[in-house]
């Protein structure tokens, strides 16, 4: 049993990766019994929230809310109240059944973004140790998958924003690549606001005029899935305006004859005839780009969620290193991450291909190391599961490795998954499905078992923001009676399968484990502790515990042993302690150290961060800024990416003229299971809508509010027109928070980034045809 909460809590909002700080008042009149309280002290939103944080408690309170187990007792009956003890030895059945008669890959296991880091790590290790399967991805894997691809690929590590979000004020120029982040998290947005008042300028990439668009001192606006061509026509100018950093690329950077050779081919005339960005606004983004001394690119799920993810942000990563403007102070290239655990949870084991601590399945060594941690021989760990959508796709007994079993926790995939009907489809051929969840979700609808579970601010956890600041989120409510934690189904269920060593329930304890199995990973957590963060608000990672490994246990930091894989924080044994510039101390008391000003005494300008920060005597202070000495490759350099220019996986045609890219409404987050049952955020946005432009309009002979239907080769989405000239004439625009009729998921396409495979969400071709037409 755990403590009850106190009066007022620290904690942390429930959606986004921003991860903004609140407090929360017990209120026994207010919607979930808890009253939102400002908390300014955390440096990140300074207390500033957007409508979803602020009205975060109804979730707790939604009349939907899920209090006890449901079953289908038969193959068509309804979803019936159950004791905890029935539904758990359903499961187990279900799970164990599918096993014996299919072998251990016919059991799968979908996670998700929002899961804390602890939750994420246990169902790594709950999927492959008790079920023996290979099959686990999770739903970050439509995020941002290809920009950790590209990441890895350029930096040799994936950390979506390698610099604090406080580094974007004093840079000279942000390069804002499919962001919109003035409806994604409008608290962020006071960082380029700063950025223009200090003298910076914002340049944003969309093809639409969005609200972040507005503020842009240059609005670029490509043909959807051109971004990749784009990045390369600028890249082109750089070279042909003799604004490359030479001395830069000689010294940090490998591969610049191949990119060089692909952005030569790509001049100025050709990328405006592939983007439609004219080539004055091509060689206004470089001069603004390249003439401060400082500048980053930060992109989102623009050029990210496409067939060519991970080269379209390698494509922009090209620009960065090419103009020096990477792995040196104010500057360098970073994701912004959009679920509230995106980052920690692609850390910690529930990704297809992954171990804790960002280990690879396939290296031994990892195995090894993540094995002894577990208890159990290598040998028993499985190999390298498929990734979401193909996971998705292979559910129901078609094929003969066909998954014929599912776990899902924390995830919607009947309205978020690409291809959606086909996916709702796979998931009602499954033999068994069993859903963790707080609310009856579209896909808890379609389950045999579903578990009603605590959530947010019912429960402790430690979650990783986009920055790669490791918070604690902490209990501030008792949950229903009926819930139980994620934690404490695995637990059950483990006993039930006959998993005999247990499985923690406590976070911390859980917090404890992986700490011991991220240490020598590239994300090492084992410096981090919950008193260290509820002391520090927030430990970035990595953060290697001090000091060093226990006497004659070598295996626990293979990684760091290994030649030139030390990554970027591991401690840089005999590395001088160097002096002035130390304010950055991350030490308890220094809560907002990380994100102390520029210049001077305070962490710039001398030696790099991950160098002079290892140096420090006593507990590691945690790695706001990483690649300063060296990029976290075996040899210390980035890596350019030989791309070009390839068109999306369907381009408009006769019978499909018009582009489709989707997005979010600042009132909704996600497939919106949740912030659907809030009632002011129902009310701020009840619905999706078809955004097109006047020309498009005229020519449908359609006019505000008239029912539209976005047809694609995969189905129809039929939602209200709503005229703009916000966006292309050859494009339309569909919010992705709904199920029915309006759920835009129906017609994406799933076509797979081959590096990432990550789904091409933001561009197909569709036609739009008037919903009431004959
Ligand atoms: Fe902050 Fe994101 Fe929560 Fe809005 S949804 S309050 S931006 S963490």
């Not at 709503?722 to 309006?742: L, N």
Request: hydrophobic share 40%; glycine share 12%; with cysteine.
């Amino acid at each position: 049993m755990s403590a009850p909460a106190p009066a007022v809590t620290d904690t942390h909002c429930p959606y986004c990766a921003l991860q903004c700080g609140m407090s929360l008042r017990q209120e026994p009149d207010a919607p979930g019994g808890l009253d939102v309280v400002e908390r300014t002290a955390f440096p990140v939103n300074r207390g500033a929230l957007c409508g979803k944080g602020r009205t975060a408690p109804g979730v707790l309170a939604a009349g939907a809310r899920l209090t006890t187990p449901l079953v289908r007792r038969g193959r068509s009956g309804p979803l019936e109240p159950a004791g905890w003890d029935e539904a758990l030895d359903r499961v187990a059945a279900g799970l164990a059944g599918a096993r014996e008669r299919h072998g251990p890959d016919a059991v799968g296991v979908f996670g998700g973004g929002g899961l804390t880091n602890e939750k994420a790590y246990a169902l790594g290790k709950f999927t492959r140790l008790v079920l023996g399967s290979s099959q686990i991805d999770y739903n970050g894997r439509f995020c941002m998958s290809s920009a950790a691809a590209a990441g890895t690929r350029a930096f040799g590590l994936d950390r979506g924003l390698p610099f604090p979000l406080a580094d974007i004020p004093r840079t000279g120029c942000v390069l804002l690549v499919g962001a919109n982040p003035a409806e994604t998290m409008p608290p962020a947005l006071r960082y380029f606001t700063e950025l223009k008042a200090n003298g910076g300028t914002l340049i944003v990439v969309d093809p639409r005029r969005t609200r972040t668009a507005e503020q842009a001192d240059l609005h670029l606006a490509p043909r959807p899935g051109t971004d990749l061509a784009l990045a390369l026509g600028l890249l082109h100018l750089v070279v042909a305006e003799g604004r490359t950093d030479e001395e830069f690329i000689a010294a940090r950077t490998a591969g610049w004859d191949e990119a060089r050779a692909a952005a030569m081919a790509h001049w100025p005339e050709l990328v405006e005839r592939i983007t439609g960005v004219p080539v004055p606004q091509l060689r206004a983004a470089v001069r603004m780009f390249c003439e401060p001394e400082a500048a980053m690119v930060l992109t989102a799920r623009g050029p990210e969620q496409q067939s060519k993810g991970t080269d379209t942000v390698g494509a922009w990563i090209n620009l960065c290193l090419a103009t020096g403007r990477a792995g040196r102070p104010r500057s360098g290239y970073g994701c912004l991450t959009g679920q509230g655990n995106g980052q920690g949870g692609r850390e910690h084991g529930q990704k297809a291909d992954q171990l804790p601590g960002y280990r690879m399945l396939a290296d031994a060594a990892a195995r090894e190391h993540v094995a002894r941690v577990w208890g159990v021989d290598p040998e028993v760990l499985p190999g390298p599961g498929r990734s979401a959508y193909e996971l998705l796709d292979a559910l129901g007994g078609d094929t003969a490795d066909g998954v014929r079993a599912l776990l899902l926790m924390a995830s919607n995939p009947v309205v978020s998954a690409p291809r959606a009907a086909h996916v709702e489809e796979r998931m009602r051929a499954l033999d068994f499905l069993v859903v963790c969840d707080v609310v009856l979700s579209e896909s808890a609808g379609l389950a045999d078992v579903v578990l009603p579970v605590t959530q947010w601010a019912e429960e402790t956890g430690t979650l990783t923001n986009l920055e790669g600041r490791v918070l604690l989120r902490r209990k501030a409510a008792e949950p229903p009676a009926g819930c139980r934690s994620d934690l404490a189904v695995l637990n059950a269920l483990a006993a039930r399968l006959g998993w005999e060593k247990g499985f923690p329930v406590d976070p911390e304890e859980v917090f404890e484990e992986l700490r011991r199995a991220s240490a020598g990973g590239k994300a090492d957590y084992s410096g981090i502790t919950y008193r260290r963060i509820a002391e520090e608000d927030g430990v970035f990672w990595p953060c290697p515990e001090r000091p060093g490994p226990e006497p004659g246990d070598a295996a626990t930091m293979p990684d760091a042993a290994a030649p030139g894989d030390a990554g970027p924080g591991a401690a840089a044994p005999g590395a001088a302690a160097p002096g002035g510039n130390g304010s950055v101390t991350g030490r308890a008391g220094a809560t907002t150290g990380h994100d102390a000003a520029d210049g001077g005494a305070a962490g710039y300008g001398g030696p790099a961060d991950e160098t002079r920060l290892a140096a420090q005597a006593g507990p590691h202070p945690g790695t706001p800024r990483l690649f300063l000495d060296r990029f976290a490759t075996p040899d210390g350099l980035a890596r350019f990416a030989p791309v070009s220019h390839r068109p999306a996986a369907e381009e408009p045609d006769a019978e499909y003229p018009v582009f489709l890219t989707t997005g979010r409404v600042l009132a909704q987050y996600q497939s919106g299971a949740q912030t659907r049952r809030v009632a002011e955020l129902n009310a701020a946005a009840p619905g999706p809508f078809v955004q097109l432009h006047p020309q498009l309009a005229e020519r449908l002979g359609a006019r505000d509010g008239d029912r539209l239907a976005v047809v694609s080769r995969r189905g129809r989405a039929v939602a209200p027109a709503r005229i703009s000239r916000d966006i292309r004439p050859d494009t339309v625009f569909m919010p992705f928070h709904w199920p029915g009729e309006g759920r835009v998921n129906t017609v994406t396409n799933p076509a797979l980034d081959p590096a990432s495979r990550m789904p091409e969400f933001k561009v197909c071709a569709v036609r739009v045809e008037r919903a009431d037409a004959p």
